[in-house]
């Protein structure tokens, strides 16, 4: 398999892995340092607004406090379509995708819930790509209540 084509599967392995509320897989798809922010720019403030940020182990904390907290009923969807794969050295690579996640209420209703870019790095480690840095870069401002889980 190509390095490009490995780079695909795993951002679409790391979608569906978040779909299926499969935070241990997801995490395993990650480098060990690995590290997750989402920013969103505010027009208002004519700055960046980071609303999420965490290494690792932080997002293992997230995922293990989600029973705690309230949650949106319904399934979320993502689909991401890598734009582009820049190779930096001979193990790293910066991946853009867009991104949409759709909200399917359990009425069985579908609501586009934000759209935005993943800009990763992604690292080979013996010969496995793998997650290094997600950054989420929302166009969508208003998420409603009940979200706590990784875009």
């Given at each position: 398999?190509?390095?490009?084509d490995a780079i695909r599967a795993l951002i679409g392995k790391s979608c569906l892995t978040l779909d299926d509320s499969d935070f241990e897989s997801y995490l395993a798809l990650c480098a060990p340092a690995y590290s997750y922010c989402v920013r969103v720019w505010s027009p208002e403030l004519r700055k960046d607004m980071i609303w999420?940020?965490?290494?690792?182990?932080?997002?293992?904390?997230v995922f293990e406090a989600l029973p705690e907290h309230l949650q949106r009923s319904g399934r979320l969807s993502r689909l991401a379509t890598v734009a582009t794969i820049e190779a930096i050295g001979t193990d790293q690579f910066d991946v853009v995708s867009k991104f949409v996640v759709h909200h399917t209420d359990v009425e069985g209703r579908t609501q586009t819930l934000?759209?935005?870019?993943?800009?990763d790095r992604v690292?080979?480690?013996?010969?496995?790509?793998?997650l290094s840095e997600r950054e989420v870069a929302l166009e969508t401002r208003d998420l409603g209540i009940g979200l706590h889980v990784p875009l």
């Amino acid at each position: 398999m190509s390095d490009h084509d490995a780079i695909r599967a795993l951002i679409g392995k790391s979608c569906l892995t978040l779909d299926d509320s499969d935070f241990e897989s997801y995490l395993a798809l990650c480098a060990p340092a690995y590290s997750y922010c989402v920013r969103v720019w505010s027009p208002e403030l004519r700055k960046d607004m980071i609303w999420l940020e965490h290494d690792r182990d932080g997002m293992a904390g997230v995922f293990e406090a989600l029973p705690e907290h309230l949650q949106r009923s319904g399934r979320l969807s993502r689909l991401a379509t890598v734009a582009t794969i820049e190779a930096i050295g001979t193990d790293q690579f910066d991946v853009v995708s867009k991104f949409v996640v759709h909200h399917t209420d359990v009425e069985g209703r579908t609501q586009t819930l934000a759209v935005g870019r993943y800009n990763d790095r992604v690292v080979r480690i013996d010969g496995v790509v793998l997650l290094s840095e997600r950054e989420v870069a929302l166009e969508t401002r208003d998420l409603g209540i009940g979200l706590h889980v990784p875009l």
